[in-house]
C-alpha cells in the first residue's frame, strides 16, 4: 500500500506496526480509563499474554511475547519502554467500524497524551449522521484539535476528494495522526500545526471537533477545557466556526455539557452566540451521563451530571 506522503523512518515504524497487528487479526475497543483500570487491577492481569494484553490494555510484558519484527518496530518507533524489568507499549491500537487507530497507552497522565475512547466512538457516530443528511458535497473540511484524527479520516473516507485538515496543537497528536491517516486510506488529509482555525486557510464548509470538556487541575491538552465548568473550548470553537464557515457550511461539535440544577449552562452560552447568525441549529444529548467520578471534583460541585452532547450548527446560503 503506497502512502502519498512518505513518513518519516519512526513513523513508517509504527505503522508498520500497526499493520503487522490487524493481519495478526487484532482487535480491540476501548473502554473509559476508569474501566480500563478496573479491567488491568484484577488478579492475573499483571502482565500481558496477548497482543490485545500489549496494544490494548498496556500491561507490561516479558519480551519473548511477542515476535522479534514487532519489538524492532516498537523499538524503532520510539515506543518501547522498559517497566520494572519488562517491557511495555507506549501506544495502543484501537478498532472503530473497520478502521484502526493508534493512541497513547494508558493512564493518559503525560501532557501531551492522545487520547482515544468511547467519546471518540460517540463522536464517529455524530459525524456518520451528520454525512448521512448532509445534501451538498464536501470540498473543505478542518477537524479542530484532532487528536488521533478519527472525525477527519471519517471525512476523508467519505469524501476522498475533499481537502481535509487535521489541526491541534499538540504535536504528538499530530504524529500519530499523520500515521493513522496513512493507516485508514485518508493519506491525502493534511496535519498541521493549528490553534482553533488558525494557520487553516479558506472558508471550510465542514468543521468538525471533539474538545476537551472538564475540568482538568493538571490542565493536560487532552482534557482540560478551561472557561466555566470545561466549556471555554468547546464555545471558542463555535465562534471560530461561525466566523469561517462557508455558505452552507456546517460545524459539527461533540462535546460534554455540564448539567446544573437541571439547566444546561453551555447550551445557553452557545445558542446566545448562534442568535442572531444566518444559520439553523440542532443540540441533542448523546449521552446523558459520562465521567461520573469527575462529580467528586470541587469544580462540580454544584453539577447534577455531565452529558455528552452533539451541537450542529448550518450556516445559510
Not at 490494555?57 to 519480551?63: A, Q
Not at 494508558?106 to 467519546?119: A, L, Y
Request: negative net charge; aromatic residues 6%; charged residues 25%.
Amino acid at each position: 500500500m503506497s502512502d502519498p506522503i512518505p513518513l518519516p523512518p519512526e513513523d513508517r515504524a509504527l505503522l508498520d506496526l500497526a499493520r503487522a497487528l490487524l493481519a495478526e487479526g487484532y482487535a480491540f475497543i476501548t473502554p473509559t480509563p476508569a474501566t480500563h483500570a478496573r479491567v488491568n487491577a484484577r488478579p492475573g492481569n499483571e502482565e500481558a499474554r496477548d497482543l490485545r494484553g500489549v496494544f490494548g490494555w498496556s500491561r507490561p510484558f516479558h519480551p519473548g511475547l511477542l515476535p522479534e519484527p514487532m519489538l524492532d518496530l516498537l523499538r524503532a518507533g520510539g515506543a518501547l519502554e522498559e517497566a520494572g524489568g519488562l517491557l511495555r507499549s507506549r501506544v495502543r491500537l484501537s478498532c472503530l467500524d473497520g478502521l484502526a487507530f493508534l493512541h497513547s497507552a494508558h493512564p493518559t497522565t503525560e501532557p501531551d497524551s492522545v487520547f482515544f475512547g468511547p467519546d471518540t466512538y460517540r463522536f464517529a457516530r455524530a459525524i456518520e449522521d451528520a454525512l448521512r443528511e448532509r445534501q451538498r458535497p464536501v470540498r473543505r473540511a478542518v477537524d479542530i484539535g484532532c487528536g488521533a484524527g478519527p472525525g477527519g479520516i471519517l471525512v476523508a473516507r467519505a469524501w476522498p476528494e475533499a481537502e481535509v485538515t487535521l489541526g491541534d496543537i499538540n504535536g504528538a497528536a499530530l504524529r500519530l495522526a499523520r500515521i493513522n491517516a496513512a493507516l485508514n486510506g485518508a493519506g491525502r488529509a493534511r496535519a498541521v500545526h493549528s490553534n482553533l482555525l488558525g494557520g487553516v486557510e479558506g472558508a471550510p464548509d465542514l468543521i468538525v471537533a471533539n474538545p476537551p470538556y472538564l475540568v482538568d487541575p493538571a490542565e493536560r491538552t487532552y482534557r482540560h477545557g478551561g472557561g466555566p465548568l470545561g466549556a471555554g473550548l468547546s464555545l471558542a470553537i463555535l465562534d471560530a466556526a461561525l466566523e469561517r464557515l462557508a455558505p452552507g457550511g456546517a460545524l459539527v461539535l461533540y462535546t460534554g455539557a455540564a448539567v446544573v440544577n437541571g439547566e444546561d449552562p453551555f447550551r445557553s452560552a452557545a445558542l446566545a452566540r448562534i442568535a442572531g447568525e444566518n444559520a439553523a441549529w440542532t443540540y441533542r444529548e448523546m449521552d446523558p451521563d459520562v465521567f461520573g467520578e469527575e462529580l467528586e471534583a470541587e469544580a462540580y460541585r454544584g453539577a447534577d451530571r455531565i452529558a455528552a452532547v452533539v451541537l450542529t450548527v448550518a450556516r445559510e446560503g
